[in-house]
């Protein structure tokens, strides 16, 4: 401690003191950041969703109610296909998001040399420009020069056009998503097993309990806190996601392969009509309240 | 059992896994890395072995790079703004969390979950009025050339400075709660009895002990603002003005025709410093990770 902290105080430092004062203050950034560059969007994006409003428009911006809606939900069959598309790619990835990481954090488990490096290595999905990372996987499913072609040529099979015709270019989607994401569902639950006492196991193993029912009655009861978190968050971002396809199929061949991100990224961004565009993202939000309620719900039960 | 099967035993049952994970994840960046070295001949050759360089590796792709593009203004923009953002998050989240983690007055409780909350708001719900949010604020960016006109933040990383902390702060601030909140109330508690304000007690004490949250919450928001994409794609269209994301993907790619040893070196470079940073602080990044998860 310096010697300024003998200065006596003056009231404002007195003030400042009150733990509620400080505490308020605090927060004073915070609150003006998120009010700004969340909250107002919101609001905003939910009016914006209800007007015809079109970029570079002046004529638009007219109060239409809920007819961007009614027109996504029963005359645009593009929009249908995307919606049907999130909820697919959510629930399939996830899936072996889920099982893959659980291996995966099973196997990092192990004793082995090199364990440390390996851990770290088996993250870099996860670490690097999806952007840029979807790009590499673009040019392995390269219409000419596929390598998984290169390699089913070596032994006589003609390879799928991975991002010619569906529903390849969907299913190449999921496999990046899934690569991209096993490392984060794999690690946590590595996290959540390192917190296990290996006590439980020894006790079971003299008790004479098989493998498989270690982990069934030790490990995943255990890490169910971890589980359920992971999920919820994976989610989210697998709902929203714009990143993989943008960069893989750009929602195409024939705009078959949207998610509600990338289609509205298309029709507000790209089609100028920002009204719709911003409906459409909307479509995110059910979903999203949904899994924040769950995810509240799990977290407080655990405090 | 003999030496020789037990070693056997252990490889089939550790390491075939073990190499097996590693294949799977680390393949693509094998890939990127080949690619970026091959010449165009034998890119677009379908009969050579794809997995080994059979003409000798090249640095023109790189030179492509820093030649005949932008490439060294993206790279230097995405430092600037990641740089920017993550200092400015960290100072933000170190208030907010110090503000909800140590300080008693009423609405703490529920002003955290907010902020929890807009933690879990993903970027594609609101990017769309976002962008128009944006494009409506001036501000004087030429202010330490001394010009106070106040000009468009959309098309400069400006827009993306003021952005970014959006979703690197409410991930700070949750995850620095939980370090304030672990800190014993008693250091503080004796620094105020021997006369220093609650500020000072905050920056001298609490907060150097909470360094490796810091470094934490640091690491990840530079990695997360490195990475961000939707927002630079959708802010920015002057080409001097890209990140390094965005400007591999829209300008990279002309028209039809993929130059995949150009855009594989472009890849790769955008990939290495978030690589570097990554390996050097791989504990206080895995422990950023799974602290939403594991701690709850």
């Known amino acids: 401690m310096t010697r300024r902290d003998q200065v006596p105080r003056n009231r404002i430092a007195e003030f400042f003191d009150r733990e509620d004062v400080l505490g308020y203050t605090l927060l004073i950034p915070v609150a003006i950041l998120l009010g700004i560059f969340v909250g107002y969007p919101f609001i905003y994006g939910v009016w914006l969703a209800l007007t015809d409003t079109r970029i570079a428009d002046s004529t638009s911006g007219n109060f239409v109610g809920l007819e961007n809606f009614e027109r996504l939900l029963f005359r645009d069959s593009i929009f249908i296909q995307a919606l049907k598309n999130s909820f697919f790619y959510t629930a ?49 499913f390269d219409g000419s020069f596929s390598v998984f072609n290169w ?17 390849w270019p969907f299913i190449s989607i999921m496999i990046v998503n899934i690569w991209r994401g096993m490392p984060f569902f794999g690690v946590s639950f590595l996290a959540g097993m390192q917190t ?27 890490l169910r806190p971890v589980i359920i978190v992971v999920l919820l968050l994976s989610t989210i971002l697998t709902f929203a996601d714009f990143q993989i396809v943008y960069a893989l199929t750009g929602g195409g061949p024939a705009n078959q392969t949207h998610l509600l991100a990338t289609y509205s990224y298309q029709i507000g961004l790209r089609g100028l009509e920002i009204g ?28 | 059992m003999s030496k020789s099967s037990k070693f056997l035993r252990s490889f089939i049952r550790v390491y075939l896994p073990v190499i097996f994970i590693c294949v799977i994840t680390l393949f693509p960046f094998y890939w990127m890395v080949l690619t970026a070295f091959k010449e165009n001949r034998e890119l677009n050759d379908t009969v050579m072995n794809p997995f080994i360089f059979n003409m000798p590796p090249t640095w023109e792709h790189f030179e492509f790079l820093f030649v005949k593009t932008k490439y060294a203004t993206w790279i230097v923009n995405t430092l600037l703004v990641s740089i920017i953002s993550t200092t400015v998050s960290v100072l933000v989240s170190i208030m907010a969390g110090y503000s909800l983690g140590r300080l008693r007055f009423r609405g703490a409780n529920w002003l955290g979950w907010a902020i929890f909350v807009t ?19 001036d501000l004087p960016l030429n202010i330490w050339k001394g010009d106070l006109t106040p000009q468009p933040i ?13 979703f690197l702060v409410p991930f700070g601030t949750w995850l620095l709660i939980g370090y304030f909140k672990g800190i014993p109330r008693e250091l503080e508690e004796s620094a105020l009895v021997d006369g220093a304000t609650r500020i000072q007690a905050m920056t001298k004490i609490i907060v150097p002990l909470a360094l490796p949250g810091l470094l934490s919450v640091a690491i990840f928001a530079f990695t997360l603002s490195w990475n961000e994409f939707i927002y630079a ?10 990140t390094v994301p965005v400007g591999v993907i829209s300008e990279l790619i002309r028209g039809d025709v993929f130059f995949w040893g150009e855009l594989m070196a472009g890849a790769l470079l955008g990939s290495v410093p978030v690589a570097i940073i990554y390996s050097f602080f791989v504990d206080y990044f895995v422990s950023g990770l799974t602290a939403g998860a594991v701690k709850g």
């Open chain 2, 233 to 242: 794609l959708v802010f920015i269209s002057d080409v001097e003005t890209k």
């Open chain 1, 92 to 140: 399939v990835t996830t899936v072996f998001k889920f099982v893959l990481g659980l291996l995966m954090a099973a196997v990092l488990n192990l004793k082995f040399r090199g364990n440390r490096y390996v851990r770290s290595a088996t993250l870099l999905p996860w670490i690097i420009p999806t952007v840029l990372s979807t790009l590499a996987w673009r040019w392995m």
């Open chain 2, 119 to 137: 933690y879990l708001v993903p970027p594609t719900l609101l990017f769309i009025p976002l962008t128009e949010v944006v494009s409506k604020i």
């Open chain 1, 276 to 303: 719709v565009g911003a409906a459409i993202s909307l479509f995110l939000f059910p979903v999203l309240a949904v899994i924040v309620f769950l995810t509240l719900l799990s977290l407080r039960r655990d405090d």
């Open chain 1, 151 to 167: 390699m089913l040529r070596q032994v006589g099979i003609v390879g799928p056009s991975w991002l010619g015709s569906w529903p």
């Open chain 1, 196 to 222: 296990i006492s290996q006590e439980l196991y020894e006790a079971a193993m003299i008790d004479g309990s098989t493998a498989w029912q270690r982990f069934w009655y030790i490990t995943l009861p255990l």
């Open chain 2, 154 to 166: 959309l098309n400069s990383i400006w827009s993306l400075i003021l952005v970014y902390p959006t």
